[in-house]
């Protein structure tokens, strides 16, 4: 891919709609084997877009899926643009690359303790295990996409890898 225009917007949106499809269809495969295809999102959004600390997992609200999904990408598009920020300061900055695995860590425990806060069932409705699987394959592809389109990133890593001194 050319190395050419690398707009942390428009960059950063592409970078987080890679994420939320990760993330979403990771739920819907879960869902769907489950024999409740959608349900994660309905729940999401009666929590999270309409406050219901107790949302009936056997009903599914068609405007809490709409209205969530569009929150959840909304949410990865900011997180893409956070990321590609991060890369481009890092591909200058090896200090800068350090940030990354705890950023990652950070959004982790955020968003699941997030969760936690909304609802008492969270455990039941959303296993642990379940969201890091979802948010590690996001971080995967997600990195995957900017290692590829940022040549220079990789090379300053070559040139000077995490806890070595830049020789400039």
């Known amino acids: 891919m050319p190395n050419t225009r690398h707009s942390v917007v428009g960059e950063g949106t592409d ?6 499809v990760v993330v979403a269809v990771w739920f819907l495969v879960l869902d769907t084997l489950a024999g409740h295809p959608f349900q994660t999102p309905s729940l999401l959004g009666q929590m999270v877009i309409f406050g219901d600390r107790t949302p009936d997992p056997g009903q599914l609200a068609f405007g809490a899926i709409l ?32 940030a990354l695995l705890p950023v990652f860590l950070v959004f982790e425990i955020l968003f699941y ?25 996001a971080a995967v592809c997600m990195a995957a996409y900017l290692w590829r389109r940022h040549p220079a990133f990789r090379n300053s890593i070559h040139d000077t890898p995490l806890g070595a001194a830049p020789l400039h």
């Open 15 to 20: 970078v987080g709609l890679i994420g939320g």
């Open 67 to 98: 209205f969530y999904t569009s929150f959840h990408f909304i949410v990865f598009a900011g997180i893409g643009m956070g990321l590609v920020a991060l890369v481009h300061w890092g591909t200058d900055n090896p200090v800068v690359r350090y």
């Open 113 to 137: 303790g997030f969760i936690e806060i909304l609802s008492e069932r969270t455990n039941e409705l959303f296993p642990f295990w379940a969201v890091v699987t979802a948010n590690t394959l």
